[in-house]
């Protein structure tokens, strides 16, 4: 090959990444809006921005509404052993028992399961360069955390959840 045909064969190439990159993005705005569009119409319980803020404190607004992430090693619940369930810190649905909870030693309270009734639900996440798995509140939306495939048995999955988005209600005794 000519040195003339492979700088040819350079810029076609180099092309070809920025169309595709291009395409990517847009296909992922269209996904954004659908998402948004069918949660609009999933959620049970549905508030404005400013609603929330009134009821939520800063740091879970900023975890719950704006998909942050609360330091690991920091929250509330990373090593909480006691019997009970874990519910939406935003619209209190229930979303994690204790018993499907485990040492991850990743920092986050990790469960292996969600409560029963798809009361969580996931979306690919492709923010901060890699694409994971965000899971949400099914009833209002609110951020959780990240579900990954490096979880325990029987299923294998590792919810990763800020322990801001949840509330813990022990067992009465
Ligand atoms: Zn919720």
Same mark, same amino acid.
């Given at each position: 090959?000519?040195?003339?045909?492979?700088?040819?064969?350079?810029?076609?190439?180099?092309?070809?990444?920025?169309?595709?990159?291009?395409?990517?993005?847009?296909?992922?705005?269209?996904?954004?809006?659908?998402?948004?569009?069918?949660?609009?119409?999933?959620?049970?319980?549905?508030?404005?921005?400013?609603?929330?803020?009134?009821?939520?404190?800063?740091?879970?607004?900023?975890?719950?509404?704006?998909?942050?992430?609360?330091?690991?090693?920091?929250?509330?619940?990373?090593?909480?052993?006691?019997? @009970?369930?874990?519910?939406?810190?935003?619209?209190?649905?229930?979303?994690?028992?204790?018993?499907?909870?485990?040492?991850?030693?990743?920092?986050?309270?990790?469960?292996?399961?969600?409560?029963?009734?798809?009361?969580?639900?996931?979306? =690919?996440?492709?923010?901060?360069?890699?694409?994971?798995?965000?899971?949400?509140?099914?009833?209002? @939306?609110?951020?959780?955390?990240?579900?990954?495939?490096?979880? /325990?048995? /029987?299923?294998?999955?590792?919810?990763? =959840?800020?322990?801001?988005?949840?509330?813990?209600? /022990?067992?009465?005794?």
């Amino acid at each position: 090959m000519n040195s003339k045909s492979s700088s040819l064969l350079l810029i076609f190439c180099i092309f070809a990444i920025i169309s595709c990159s291009n395409s990517e993005t847009q296909e992922l705005q269209a996904q954004t809006k659908n998402t948004k569009n069918k949660g609009t119409k999933k959620m049970t319980v549905e508030k404005t921005e400013e609603e929330w803020k009134k009821i939520l404190s800063p740091e879970q607004y900023r975890i719950l509404r704006e998909k942050g992430t609360e330091r690991p090693w920091s929250g509330e619940y990373n090593d909480t052993k006691e019997a @009970g369930a874990y519910h939406c810190a935003a619209c209190d649905a229930l979303l994690f028992e204790s018993d499907t909870k485990f040492d991850s030693h990743c920092g986050w309270p990790s469960f292996y399961q969600a409560a029963a009734g798809d009361k969580v639900t996931t979306e =690919v996440d492709r923010t901060h360069g890699m694409v994971r798995t965000e899971i949400m509140c099914a009833a209002c @939306g609110g951020h959780l955390g990240h579900v990954f495939d490096d979880g /325990p048995k /029987p299923t294998g999955l590792r919810y990763c =959840v800020n322990s801001v988005s949840l509330l813990f209600k /022990p067992s009465k005794k």
